[in-house]
Structure formats: structure tokens, C-alpha cells
């Protein structure tokens, strides 16, 4: 399978805003729900939030709940994730991935990540 490409990190200090975009091959965008995930420096990946296929249906963790918003659009094949009010703990390497089903449970149809955006928050 093609591997997904991120894109949009940067650094920024605490309280600033960044926009991640998601870009794949058309099939990702075919599946339950489309995700964002992030793994920070010696921790283990884990599920940022998740925007259903049609957009109707959003699941993000609560640790970024209220500052993150996750969009998406078929048309182009893109996913968003719009961080606002960033946090030095929101620093990590963000991925994206489409799931069967939606939320941090849901199984991914395929082992594939892409390089990922690295994101720094300084405090």
C-alpha cells in the first residue's frame, strides 16, 4: 500500500496553534473512519482522535479535548487536525491511519504508518 504523507508540524510555544494535514491514496479515505495518532519520545503510539467517514462522527482523547478539531475532506483526500492551545505534553510525532471502526479500540486494516510531522511545544 502507498504510505500516507503528514505534513504542518513545526515548533511553536505554549498556547500557539498549528494545522496537520493528512494526504493519502484513495482507498484510506474509503474505510469506517479516518485517525490521527502520536508517539512522543519513549512512549508508545497512541490515538489523538478520529473523524468518521462522512464526518459525522468525531472521537478524540480527552487529554485534547476542546483544543484539537479534526476535519476532513474526500474531495482531495485529506484529513486536518487544527491544534489550538498547544501544550509542551502535545509534543510528539504525529501519524495518520485509516481504522475499521472508530476510536482508540478500533483495529487499523493495515500496518502502514508514514514519516509522520514532528510537533514541538515549547513551554
Known amino acids: 500500500q502507498g504510505r500516507p504523507v503528514e505534513s504542518g508540524g513545526g515548533f511553536v510555544q505554549a498556547g500557539g496553534s498549528l494545522r496537520l494535514s493528512c494526504v493519502a491514496e484513495?482507498?484510506?479515505?474509503?474505510?469506517?473512519?479516518m485517525a490521527w495518532f502520536r508517539q512522543a519520545p519513549g512512549k508508545d503510539r497512541e490515538f489523538v482522535g478520529g473523524?468518521?467517514?462522512?464526518?459525522?462522527?468525531?472521537d478524540v482523547i480527552d487529554a485534547v479535548t476542546g483544543r484539537f478539531i479534526i476535519s476532513r475532506d474526500n474531495a482531495v483526500n485529506t484529513m486536518y487536525l487544527q491544534m489550538n492551545n498547544l501544550k509542551p505534553e502535545d509534543t510528539a510525532i504525529y501519524f495518520c491511519?485509516?481504522?475499521?471502526?472508530?476510536?482508540?479500540?478500533?483495529?487499523?486494516?493495515?500496518?502502514?504508518w508514514g514519516q509522520g510531522t514532528q510537533v514541538t511545544v515549547s513551554s
Open positions: 491511519a485509516p481504522q475499521m471502526g472508530l476510536g482508540p479500540l478500533a483495529a487499523r486494516p493495515f500496518d502502514v
Open positions: 484513495p482507498y484510506y479515505f474509503s474505510f469506517d473512519s
Open positions: 473523524i468518521s467517514h462522512n464526518g459525522s462522527a468525531i
